[in-house]
């Protein structure tokens, strides 16, 4: 065991800023490393679940034929697989050799329904999102405790920028020049560990700056209170449409399943004589799906049905909902219930900056781009699980011989140039909020509590 003494005093201005950044790299790490493992770990398996099994059984196999039945024949087989269902839901097929899906509403129950195209054969039926892509979706998300997770994980992700912000600082390159911090010195013990550490982390900091930046802007506070809400397509574009009171967010099902930009647009309502020409007669799910075809949806898309009597017709197609393997067809279409009048067509093209740029780094965080991006997120969640184990094994080299304390770095007494650092700290809590109240929490900690009760500063050093 290597035991080291950090509450010594350090000297000098570069030595007291390193103590100083060590010390706050030392405890944000305490709060992230089990909130980074659980969100690494369950991002790797969801990534090779969707790869390999589909989210709700899509990849499963069907014999392809010369001609598929229509899609209302496939509709009243899955219909009549639910007693007193009704029809929410069509998911094309991605590929001339898989099942066709069904979202089949049974009371307040989801079911999702997997028919053959082919013969209206029902293959399998199954309770919407209860499969392993969605146990560990939930995790991920909000650690299954609903809003109390959502906030824990935001706040964990923010402090993670503090922990790379840290990190760099610490590893950034000095007198000993670049190679130290890109490539590893394969020395022996502690000296080994601390060199993969840093190596490691100089590497994966952007990108893993860019997974956090993406995910907390599905947060409830950054994203949807901060980000997202000046961020949506304004439905002011759909000129002399009427509006309905519902959102797009009405159309998610326990996963976001509607465009990041699009969420909180209300959505069109049916019942007027306004839109573009879209199907000239009669308006049901088999010329709802010719239209879909005759505009541009090829393979797989979404249809979604009317719900109530403003309700429209709902085709889409985007890469967060596994539907292409890129962000830049990204399409949402609404359509009369009644005229079959095409009310809005809203494409990538027609997201705000912030909108596009969401879009893009969804696709990317979730390994959405085909094979390529699964491996590439698979190099980065091991690379984040590495920095985890390693900083524990750290920890463990250079703790103290005597028992019940943390060994956390001594912070210097006299801090220079700590104007910048408060800037630097505004800043961040300024720009993510939950990351701000936890930093204050931990600075009236350390100053109210901690400086009072010397034992437990004992035990917390």
Known sequence: MTTLETNAQPTGAAQKLYRAAWRWHFYAGLVVIPFLTTLAVTGMAMLWIAWIDGRDGARTEVIPQETTLPVSVQAEAALAAIDDGVVKQYIAPRTDDVVALFRVDQGDDAIMVAVDPYTATVIETFPRRSGWYDFFDHIHGDLMLGLAGDRLIETAASLCLVLVATGLYMWWPRDDGWRRSFIPRFSKGRSLWKSLHGVVGMWVSIVLVFFLISGLAWAGIWGGKMVQAWSQFPAEKWANVPLSDKTHASMNHERREVPWALEQTPLPASGSDVGTDGIAGFVSIDTVDALAREIGFDARYQMNLPSGDTGVWTLSRDSMSVDSTSPTT???????????????????????????????????????????????????????IFLCVSSLVLWWKRRPAKAGRLAAPAMPQEMPLWQGAALVGLGVSMAFPMAGLALLTVLALDTLILARIPKLRAVLS
């Open 330 to 384: 990204d399409r949402t279409v609404h359509v009369d219930q009644y005229t079959g009048n095409v009310l809005a067509d809203v494409r990538y093209a027609d997201y705000s900056l912030a909108g596009k740029a969401m879009a893009v780094g969804i696709a990317l965080h979730m390994g959405t781009l085909g094979l390529w991006s699964v491996l590439a997120n698979t190099v980065v969640c091991l690379a984040v």
